[in-house]
């Protein structure tokens, strides 16, 4: 996983202000949500682009999932806290719009992008395949963030948390279909960002480079 930064915790793990709730729940807490903080800061960091941010709104959302434990019936914990998490990173951006700053860039695609929205990936060549290979995690985080929200957030689901169409469906409040629209679309996005320039000597008919 492409990591956070070393050292963080969220209040609840600290012993913060607020995090003093003993009994069960707190308990349970513990052993269901908090497992789950690196993929939380994991999703924060490729929706906010900001490590800073990124980690407001993870704490932000522990907290809110802390105070509203009582409401959690069961589900995938996991999806849960990014249900809640999700909502902390909308909020933010919305606040910071609301202040005439840019929270997160939701800039049009380049034309690069524009031209790879329909067009999807040589199979010996996936985005998956490309991203194992270059283990330079900026440049990745860089590509990834180029890709405009909600396509981003979906392909973070669901490649880099492996979460299933049905628990992305139910995080983001969109129909299966759409979610598996909005991947499709994504790594079509991500593998023209990825792949190398083709080599116009190498694509030419051999009448041409002769």
């Known amino acids: 996983m492409i990591g956070r930064r070393g050292g963080f915790r969220p209040f609840l793990v600290r012993g913060g202000k607020g995090a ?31 490590a800073n941010v990124a980690e ?61 929205v329909d067009n999807h990936p040589d199979d010996a060549d996936t985005p998956e395949t490309i991203l194992a290979r270059r283990g330079e995690v900026d440049a990745v985080r860089s590509v990834i963030a180029g890709i405009p929200e909600p396509f981003r957030e979906a392909l973070v689901l669901r490649e880099m948390e492996l979460m299933s169409y049905r628990e992305i469906a139910a995080i983001t409040g969109v129909p299966i279909g759409t979610v598996m629209s909005r991947i499709a679309r994504a790594r079509g996005m991500l593998a023209a960002l990825l792949l190398p320039a083709a080599d116009p000597a190498h694509d030419a008919p051999e009448e041409e480079r002769a």
């Open 20 to 50: 003093e709730a003993p009994g069960a729940d707190a308990r349970r807490f513990r052993e269901l949500i908090l497992p789950h903080l690196d993929s939380a800061y994991n999703l924060a960091r490729y929706l906010a682009t900001d």
């Open 56 to 116: 407001d709104i993870v704490q932000e959302a522990f907290l809110r999932a802390f105070r509203a434990f009582d409401s959690y019936r069961g589900e995938s914990p996991r999806a849960w806290l990014f249900a809640i998490l999700r909502n902390c990173w909308r909020d933010r951006a919305s606040a910071d719009r609301a202040r005439g700053r840019v929270l997160v860039d939701q800039a049009a695609l380049s034309e690069a992008q524009a031209a790879a």
